[in-house]
């Protein structure tokens, strides 16, 4: 496949006409000192978007590349005030990364766009409990996935709509929403109201529900808000209708991720506050979280190689080994060995790596803590211990299918995390979440 630059001239000067409009409107509200209120509302954002998915992120022009920067500046006056101007410059960033020369991981994913806004310094108290963050990554996750069947739908319709290059066979359309429900049913039976999906039916077998209407009754319930945000958070760096499901994946793991990282920061709380049974069923509850995961991964491995192989020539510098969602959940459980912290996988996150290295605690060490000066009760320090041990297994699980489809879609090619790729990956199966706990029996001694 030819990988120039793809040229989209009637939609690219629809767009300038637009920006230009968009420019002149801010500027004459800025002159005359009255509140851009409403201005970052209307920026053209569907049609940058369309051209973006119909060029790609990596072939954007010069030009549009600095108009855009002009854009983000005058959003940037309002930012601190305005929302909706935030936004917009939250959104510009991530248009503007390669152009800026600050491309990784978090900016191909737009994580800042998807993030829910971060309280400022929460006191202990005031954090959002397991369940309300539950609550929020099970809503991420649906929408996410319901956008996903729905650009699946649209191709397997005979609409495609960009990006559309090297369109999988039917066959695969229709499997990939079939995966994306088996993820959603989980989630879809705690958030949606009674009876869009069937308790006894998803029971029997998973992954039944109609792909449409779980969709539709998912996006029904979407606000202006989300919608702006499920298609401001599609930013291929190419055109190929992969890269898609790809970025999709990527989001609803990382929704995932920063739940289990919240629920585990809320279990080292109970722990410290002598609650190990409250800690118990936010580690298990991690662990089936996590569990309910897995299935993206079937789904990912739907992706033809082959288009992988042409778009990810473009997200070198973005590799999941950046993902501090991840690393977070991880140095939660227990204090990573220092040749993990001094390696890649630590370095790629300072921010954590900065956070372990000044002590922060560990769902292991406090439970060591908990029963060196306590006498938990035998059934607290069975659920603790099972708890642990499940959460454990699942992520052996995780990390043996998360290497099985390296295998699968870059065989012996390097990583874009600047590992050696799958070699990296098999390395770090040997590694555990709780190695001082595993050897503590769940019974009684
Ligand atoms: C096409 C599918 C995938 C391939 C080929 C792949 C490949 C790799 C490779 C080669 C690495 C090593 C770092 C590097 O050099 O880039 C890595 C790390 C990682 N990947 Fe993936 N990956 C895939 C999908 C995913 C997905 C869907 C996730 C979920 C967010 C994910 C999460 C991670 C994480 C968390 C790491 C860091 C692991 C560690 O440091 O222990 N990957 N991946």
């Known amino acids: 496949m030819n990988t120039s630059v793809m040229l989209d001239t009637g939609a690219a000067t629809r767009l300038d006409r637009e920006l230009f409009a968009w420019l ?86 737009a994580l800042s766009l998807l993030r829910r806004p971060a309280a400022p310094e929460a006191a202990d108290t005031e954090r959002p409990d397991w369940e309300e963050l539950r609550r929020h990554r099970d809503r ?8 996903l069947i729905e650009f699946e739908r649209a191709a397997a319709d005979g609409c495609p709509t960009d990006p559309r290059e090297m369109l999988p066979e039917s066959g695969v359309l229709d499997k990939r929403q079939r995966l994306a429900v088996r993820v959603m049913e989980a989630a879809a ?47 291929p760096v190419y055109v190929l209708h992969d890269e898609y499901l790809f970025l999709r994946v990527l989001q609803s793991f990382e929704a995932t991720f920063t739940f289990m990282a919240g629920a585990l920061d809320q279990a080292v709380r109970q722990l410290r506050e002598a609650r190990p049974g409250d800690a118990a ?38 590799s999941a080994i950046q993902s501090e969602g991840y690393k977070t959940f991880e140095s939660l459980c227990s204090r990573p060995g220092q040749a993990r912290l001094d390696s890649a996988a630590f370095t790629s996150v300072p921010r954590v790596r900065e ?71 098999g390395a770090v199966i040997a590694n555990r979440l709780f190695p001082a706990m595993a050897q503590q029996p769940t019974g009684v001694g």
């Open 355 to 425: 956070a372990v290295l000044n002590g922060r605690p560990t769902v292991q060490g406090s439970w060591q803590e908990l029963i060196a000066e306590h006498c938990p009760a035998e059934a607290d320090r069975t659920s603790v211990l099972a708890a642990a041990q499940q959460l454990e297994a699942v992520h052996q699980r995780w990390k043996q299918t998360h290497y099985r489809l390296a295998v699968r879609m870059i065989g012996t090619r390097t990583g874009t995390g600047s590992t050696e790729g799958v070699p990296y990956l």
């Open 189 to 235: 039976l705690r958030a949606l109201a009674p009876g869009v999906v069937d308790p006894t039916a998803v029971a029997a077998t998973p992954g039944r529900t109609p792909a449409g209407e779980l969709a539709a009754a998912v996006l029904a319930t979407a606000t202006g808000q989300e919608r702006l945000l499920l298609t401001a958070s599609v930013q």
């Open 24 to 109: 002149g409107s801010s500027n004459s509200s800025n002159s005359s000192s009255s509140s851009a209120v409403g201005t970052a509302d209307t920026f053209p954002y569907d049609s940058l978007l369309a051209h973006l998915r119909a060029v790609g992120k990596h072939f954007l022009a010069p030009e549009l590349l600095e108009r855009l920067a002009g854009c983000r500046e005058l959003a940037g006056w309002e930012a601190g005030a305005e929302p909706s101007a935030a936004f917009l410059t939250r959104f510009l960033d991530v248009v503007l990364d390669k152009h800026d020369g600050r491309y990784d991981y978090q900016s191909y994913t």
């Open 140 to 147: 991420t996750v649906l929408l996410l996935l319901a956008d």
């Open 281 to 318: 069923i936010a580690v298990a509850t991690v662990a089936d979280v996590l569990k309910e995961s897995l299935p993206l991964f079937s789904l990912l491995a739907t992706m033809q190689p082959e288009s992988f192989q042409i778009f990810r020539e473009f997200t070198d510098g973005a």
